[in-house]
């Protein structure tokens, strides 16, 4: 008995000092890093690649040069940037008519929280949509430290 009880505590601390440990031995890293936010970037998308999110922003000038200035900005992007979508996402149905989703196939998609949102992902994104771009730091006061973008929300088309 003494020696099953002896056993058993040696298999529970192995089991407690090892955690993230895989079949093959290695260490599995499952701890996401947290990211807090530190403001919003809205624009025009124009290319999301490598890690990297290029977005135009058109930006006031002061009232008595009544210039505005366009200008293509670049953001790194977490390895994991979500992709949400503001607006009820469209779909096709049998017929090839375009109509947007019904309560029950939106409930997969929906985000927690508020504004409602819903899943996206980054084949969603197109040239010229209206998107926001979320960013965030791993320190929030640390001001070396450069924001990266966590979430890109697509607000709507460009009319055009």
Do not use: W
Request: charged share 30%.
């Amino acid at each position: 008995m003494r020696c099953l009880t002896g056993s058993l505590g040696l298999l529970l601390a192995l089991v407690v000092a090892l955690p993230g440990q895989g079949a093959d031995g290695t260490k599995k890293d499952t701890k996401k890093e947290k990211y807090f936010p530190v403001g919003d970037m809205p624009g025009k998308f124009v290319k999301l690649e490598s890690g990297r999110v290029t977005i135009h922003v058109t930006q006031g000038v002061p009232v008595k040069s009544g210039k505005t200035i366009n200008k293509n900005m670049d953001f790194d992007t977490i390895e994991d940037v979500q992709v949400r979508l503001a607006d009820i996402p469209f779909t096709i149905d049998d017929k090839g008519t375009r109509r947007k989703m019904n309560a029950k196939e939106l409930q997969p998609l929906r985000v927690p929280g508020s504004p409602p949102m819903y899943r996206g992902e980054t084949g969603d994104l197109k040239k010229d949509q209206i998107v926001i771009l979320q960013l965030g730091k791993k320190k929030p006061a640390d001001p070396a430290e450069k924001a990266k973008v966590t979430t890109i929300v697509i607000k709507g088309e460009v009319v055009k």
